[in-house]
């Protein structure tokens, strides 16, 4: 049996005690990954992992918490040329952390330049979306999905990817089937049964 993990981060320093050798302990049990980075730095690393292992590929992007005044996405788009680098992400809105009005309208300027970004080298992307607590998951699911939106034309049809850690609603999770993506559910489900009946009704595909 072969597991194939989309979304992890064994570049980030939590494993730099003993990274080759998880990394080599998962191999030889036929895990594939898909090293995520969340800034330039660990999107950097995560090339270089893809680029050292077969079973080991990459996504490059800025996590809406790392957003800061000195970001290029060109610096990104560099990244993006190597072959080893499937998906653009983990990138979209992070209102939990960020509830400044001027700062959340940033995140969502950089989250349009890597939507564009993606859809330019025809790679997928990898949606974080997290909701500011108390029943609020609905705003930023609905912007987020309001973004996403507004690239589907006929011309990008290309469009895709998987909403990351995906804690909103089973409408929610329709809506962004519907536009082509996928629904991640991580180790949250795990210890809630808060989301047995969004399990329950996604279809398995």
Known sequence: MHIFDSHCHPQFPQYDADREEMIKRNLEKGVFMIAVGADLKTSAQAVKLAEKYERIWAAVGLHPDEITGQFRISDYELLLQNKKVV?????????????????????????????????????????????????????????TLAIISSYLTPSNIHLRGVAHSFTGSIPEAIGYIKLGFNIGLNGIITFSEEYNELIKTLPIN
């Open 87 to 143: 998906a653009v992400g983990e990138i979209g809105l992070d209102y939990y952390r960020t509830s400044e009005p001027e700062k959340q309208e940033r995140q969502k300027e950089v989250f349009r330049q890597f939507i564009e970004l993606a859809l330019k080298h025809d790679k997928a992307l990898i949606i974080h979306a997290r909701d500011a607590g108390k029943g609020s998951a609905g705003k930023i699911h609905s912007d």
